[in-house]
């Protein structure tokens, strides 16, 4: 018993002497770790004041600095593991990386998925930071494109994480992408009103507003017959193309073309139904020629209905006479 103690105690001084002996290489490693750690940071730093000022290069400097701060404390930790155990050799890490690489492939195959897809969207750039997007049901402002997704924030102010490979494989409207965009409404005005004049009038309401581009000129053209109004499309053009700026423009335009339509006499129709009932009861009723189920084409004297009296009358004979047929036939089987 006493043996099995002596031998315990041996090895956990021997374990405890190992400790001390390694602990100037164990403090060494740490300060050489912590040391490529802060090089990491001030490389990071670097690449992206590099591309600060580069719109074009600014998100593929933000994903290049975390590459190479990631890579430069991979190194140190290479570093450090060799200084605390003399035998470790890099080889080993890598070894012991590639036979578990399949597993890890599987496991995080969506991560990589969508890493590759934004080192994609990066150097193909098809929409940048402060651009204003529509993916799906979510529209906003891209506020940032990381390496595994992108975070847009929506105009009532919430944050949308979306993954990068949903972004790349899918389409996606970039309302910002050039410095002028086009603005279009349908304005129904009557049949009876002239198009001409209330196109000259649509026209002159836009040209009145400030901010609407002269060149591309605005317009207005008929676009639809529909079934109570003939609709106009009027189209202006504006810069810069952002969503609060797309907005105040259409307020503006559309209060001065109402204001100048109704202004001038040029009617706004609202959406209108009508129902024409076919009197059942007029002379000619099954007379395909002169029985009224539209408008009449020309002149001409629509016929006239029965008299009430006179089909309560003749429904009468009609009973009466049905009465009687069944009286005589009730007498002939007496």
Request: hydrophobic share 45%; proline share 4%; charged share 20%.
């Amino acid at each position: 018993m006493n043996l099995e103690i002596s031998t315990a105690w041996s090895k956990v001084q021997e374990m405890i002497n190992g400790a001390i002996a390694l602990l100037p290489n164990i403090v060494l490693a740490l300060v050489v770790f912590l040391l490529f750690v802060f090089v990491g940071r001030w490389i990071k730093r670097l690449v992206k004041r590099l591309t600060r000022n580069r719109r074009q290069a600014r998100n593929l400097g933000m994903v290049l600095g975390r590459l190479a701060q990631g890579l430069t404390i991979l190194l140190g930790l290479f570093v450090a593991l060799s200084i605390v155990i003399p035998t470790f050799r890099a080889g080993d890490l890598v070894q012991l990386l590639g036979i578990s690489g399949v597993a890890i492939g599987f496991a995080f195959r969506d991560i990589l998925q969508n890493f590759l897809a934004g080192i994609l969207i990066l150097l193909t750039e098809p929409f940048q930071l402060d651009d204003q997007i529509v993916f799906k049901e979510f529209e906003g402002t891209v506020e940032n494109i990381e390496t595994r997704a992108t975070t847009i924030r929506t105009y009532d102010g919430r944050r949308i994480v979306i993954p990068n490979a949903e972004l790349f494989t899918n389409s996606v409207t970039v309302n910002t992408a050039f410095d002028n965009r086009r603005l279009e409404y349908d304005i129904g005005i009557g049949y009876g009103d002239d198009i001409d004049q209330a196109k000259q009038l649509i026209l002159e309401s836009i040209a009145s507003v400030d901010g609407v581009l002269n060149s591309p000129a605005p317009d207005a053209l008929v676009m639809e017959l529909a079934g109570s109004s003939v609709n106009i499309r009027a189209r202006w053009w504006i810069k810069p193309p952002r969503r609060a700026d797309a907005l105040d423009m259409q307020d503006q335009v559309l209060t001065a073309i109402k204001n100048k339509l109704t202004a001038n006499g040029i009617d706004l129709p609202f959406p209108t139904q009508q129902v024409l009932f076919h009197d059942q009861t007029e002379e000619t009723d099954g007379d395909r020629s002169h029985q009224r189920e539209g408008w009449p084409a020309g002149k001409r004297k629509s016929p006239k209905p029965r008299s009430i009296s006179g089909s309560l009358r003749q429904l009468a004979e009609m009973r009466s006479q049905r009465n009687g047929s069944n009286h005589s036939q009730t007498t002939d089987d007496l």
